[in-house]
């Protein structure tokens, strides 16, 4: 369940920059995207340090 969440999100913002783009605000899902990512990839680096 919890990797359909994140799927959705990443669609989301997909589909928003798509539309986004033609009004020059394509960059706002991208960033918004990017901090998700980073928050996902902090996460994951947790989990292995505390792992070992």
Same mark, same amino acid.
């Given at each position: 369940?919890?990797?359909?969440?994140?799927? #959705?999100?990443? =669609?989301?913002?997909?589909?928003?920059? $798509?539309? +986004?783009?033609? @009004?020059?605000?394509?960059? #706002?899902?991208? =960033?918004?995207?990017?901090?998700?990512? $980073?928050? +996902?990839?902090? @996460?994951?680096?947790?989990? #292995?340090?505390?792992?070992?």
């Amino acid at each position: 369940m919890k990797q359909y969440y994140h799927y #959705i999100i990443i =669609l989301s913002c997909l589909l928003a920059t $798509f539309f +986004l783009y033609n @009004k020059q605000l394509g960059s #706002i899902p991208l =960033l918004i995207l990017s901090g998700f990512l $980073f928050y +996902l990839g902090i @996460k994951e680096a947790y989990k #292995i340090k505390n792992s070992k």
